[in-house]
Structures are given as C-alpha cells and as structure tokens.
Nanobody
Framework: QVQLVESGGGLVQAGGSLRLSCAASGLTFSNYAMGWFRQAPGKARAFVAAISRSGGMTSYADSVKGRFTISRDNANNTVYLQMNSLKAEDTATYYC?????????????????WGQGTQVTVSS
C-alpha cells in the first residue's frame, strides 16, 4: 500500500522559512515523479512545485519561483520543499503527490497517490 506522509508544517512569521518533507513507502520511489500542491481555505487546490523521477527536472508555480525549492532523495524515498521568504498568502495545507512518470507533472489530475497534508500558516 502506497503511503505519503508529509511533515514540517507549522506557524512561521512572514519572511521566515520552513522545510516540508514527504516520506514515501509502498512504492518504487525512483519510478515516480513527485509534486507539491496546496489548498487554502475556500480556494481550489493549486500546483506549487514538481520534480521528475530522477530529480533532473523541476517546475514551479510563478507565485513561488525564486522562493521555494523542490528536491528529492531517492535513496531515502523522500521529497522536500524548502520554502523561504514566506508570505501570508502562502498559508495553506500542503500536499505531496506521486505519479509514475519520467517528466515533471504540473497538474493535479494525473497524480494517483496523495498524502494527508501538512498545515503551513504564515503570520504577517
């Protein structure tokens, strides 16, 4: 059974940093492209960042470019999201997702495995 477990969320002041982790189990991690999405209250789920299965390709939403960095450790079945210069508008529940793919996937529909989410709250 595939499991994705996010951690690292919390409350941080604007301008601060957080590092989210997503630990995967029950799958051959290196076969999966990974993505981070977020959903704020009353809003639709939105793409944040994605990484190819090798880690050689990444993609970011315009709103987080230059502030967030996605990375992965295939030896430890973990994907990370380093979030710097956080803003109040980054407040949301953050989800990691997995799909068997070679390239980056920037839309949510193709992903067939999702974590339960971790809350990020940025105070202004």
């Amino acid at each position: 059974q595939v499991q994705l477990v996010e951690s690292g969320g919390g409350l941080v002041q604007a301008g601060g940093s957080l590092r989210l982790s997503c630990a995967a189990s029950g799958l051959t991690f290196s076969n999966y492209a990974m993505g981070w999405f977020r959903q704020a209250p009353g809003k639709a789920r939105a793409f944040v960042a994605a990484i190819s299965r090798s880690g050689g390709m990444t993609s970011y939403a315009d709103s987080v470019k230059g502030r967030f960095t996605i990375s992965r450790d295939n030896a430890n079945n973990t994907v990370y999201l380093q979030m710097n210069s956080l803003k109040a508008e980054d407040t949301a529940t953050y989800y990691c997702a997995a799909v068997v793919a070679i390239v980056v996937i920037t839309t949510g529909t193709p992903y067939n495995h999702w974590g339960q989410g971790t809350q990020v709250t940025v105070s202004s």
